[in-house]
């Protein structure tokens, strides 16, 4: 017998363990653990911790409409493996493969616990669409990349040549063990904030309303794709895929994405953008200091003097405060506005950037640690391919150029409505800084900072 856990891979088809498992034909337990140090109390509440629990009450349905049965538990990875360790005669622990600084710590001391009762773990790789070593080996290099534009040169070559296709087994190709020791179902068993999530749906889910990752891909890719490269800046319409939720949970391989895409002429950008995501999670595995690189710098100029009205969409800037409305009522927020309202925090309110890195942690649907962590560094200027220092974007011109009659503002900030397309842009009377001074001054602060 084997125990599977799964982790950001809420999915039960296109897993690359799945097709390992499938080889060795045992039994095996499948758990989804929650862990308590990611899963807090307060993120419970909020939209990535809510999102996230959909996708795993997703994740059970999927099992059980397939005669399979999934256990998910609350607490820590190593203790639950441990105990499940004692109760069954489990050969090998297996698991997919993940780069943050607090997986690679929960990995290792789950890889511990079996040790001690020498029971081999293996971590498979799913996530990324090329794998990193045969990546590296492919790129003959022996230093990562740190610039977007040559790894995407190399990412599409080594995509042409060795990409070798969606993993094929499923769940309905495994056995899986129940029912679960009491003791163990009992002493890890899920706490009451995690059932509204359940609850929710299930509803949606007998309603008919529930929309899975599959049926969002299908919709994007026939509708939307060939638009993407005039529509994806349109914020005030619907032009991305919406599929990050997806893809961050895992309840969508990169894979089953790439693939719908991979032959049409007019996916070009927008498979840019899953290279963009491979680049982040190569980041995050390959580079030392990704995560950690702010450290180097002296920040002493920046603080978090205006971070509370940045946060609660108070800035009198009506872009910002729009986006800040959209974030915190829904969990939500487009691309390009991430970039504006990173920039304007970081640069114009010179905020040190940890601080809305944090924020969009609690309050995105769609978070990440290595995509957010990423973005923040480019918005900041910190990362090794980030935007240049002086290159600050103007909320006001990105305003105009990409929604000119200002109907997103319209839709969340409803009490500048009655402004004229000219007017709905610019700065309230209130506004918390001048634009022009205080662009001028983010220029000369982080000259300063990045030692130019
Ligand atoms: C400050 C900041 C923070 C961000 N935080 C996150 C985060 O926590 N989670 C997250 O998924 N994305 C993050 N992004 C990247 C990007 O904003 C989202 O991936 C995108 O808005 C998701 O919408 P979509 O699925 O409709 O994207 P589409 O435009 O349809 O793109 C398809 C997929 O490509 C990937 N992708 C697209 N843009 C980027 C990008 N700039 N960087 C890396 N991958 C990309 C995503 O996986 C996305 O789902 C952040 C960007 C910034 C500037």
């Known amino acids: 017998m084997y125990l599977f856990i799964h982790r950001k891979d809420l999915r039960t088809y296109d897993l690359r363990a799945f097709d390992a498992l499938k080889r060795r034909g045992l039994p095996g337990l499948h758990v989804l653990i929650l862990d308590p140090l990611l899963l807090t109390e307060e993120r419970m509440q909020a939209h990535s911790g809510q999102q996230f629990l959909e996708h795993a009450a997703r994740l059970e349905q999927s099992y059980e409409a397939a005669g399979r049965k999934l256990h998910v538990l609350y607490g820590r990875p190593e ?75 190399k990412w599409n070559s080594f995509m042409q040549t060795y990409y070798t296709g969606a993993a094929s087994a499923t769940i309905s190709d495994l056995d899986t063990v129940n029912p679960l020791n009491e003791v163990i179902a009992t002493r890890y068993e899920l706490p009451l904030q995690t059932a509204a999530a359940w609850s929710r749906i299930k509803r949606l889910h007998a309603d008919g309303k529930d929309q899975n990752a599959q049926q969002v891909l299908r919709r994007f890719i026939d509708e939307r794709i060939h638009a993407y490269e005039q529509r994806r800046d349109v914020y005030a319409e619907d032009g991305t895929s919406g599929l990050s939720r997806f893809l961050n949970s895992g309840a969508l391989s990169a894979r089953t994405a790439y693939e719908a895409a991979a032959d049409m002429p007019a996916a070009a950008l927008w498979l840019r953008q899953l290279c963009w995501r491979d680049f982040y999670l190569y980041q995050a595995a390959l580079s030392k200091d990704f995560f950690t690189c702010e450290q180097q710098y002296e920040m002493s100029a920046l603080d978090d003097g205006h971070f509370a009205a940045w946060a609660n969409g108070e800035t009198g800037i009506p872009i910002i405060d729009a986006a800040m409305t959209q974030l915190n009522q829904t969990g939500e927020m487009p691309n390009r506005l991430r970039m504006v309202t990173a920039m304007f925090l970081t640069k114009n309110l010179l905020c040190p950037f940890t601080l809305g890195e944090a924020y969009f942690r ?76 205080s662009r001028a001054r983010a220029v000369e602060v982080y000259k300063h900072i990045l030692g130019h």
């Open 79 to 153: 203790e639950i493996t441990a105990d499940l360790l004692e109760a069954y005669p489990i050969q090998g622990v297996v698991a997919h493969a993940d780069y943050t600084p607090y997986a690679k710590k929960r990995d290792a001391a789950l890889a511990a616990a079996t040790a001690l009762r020498s029971v081999p773990v293996v971590f498979v790789e799913d996530l990324p669409l090329a794998p990193h070593a045969q990546f590296q080996e492919f790129s003959g290099r022996s230093e990562p990349y740190k610039v977007f534009t040559p790894f995407y040169r």
């Open 362 to 437: 609690m309050h995105l649907a769609d978070y990440d640690h290595a995509l957010n962590k990423g973005g923040w560094l480019w918005s900041s200027s910190f990362g090794y391919d980030a935007a240049p220092y002086f290159r600050i974007m103007n909320p006001v011109s990105q305003s105009t150029t990409h929604d000119p009659h200002g109907r997103y503002i319209r839709r969340w900030l409803p009490e500048l409505s009655g402004l004229s397309d000219r007017e709905i842009h610019q700065p309230r009377p209130h506004a918390i800084v001048d634009l022009k001074a």
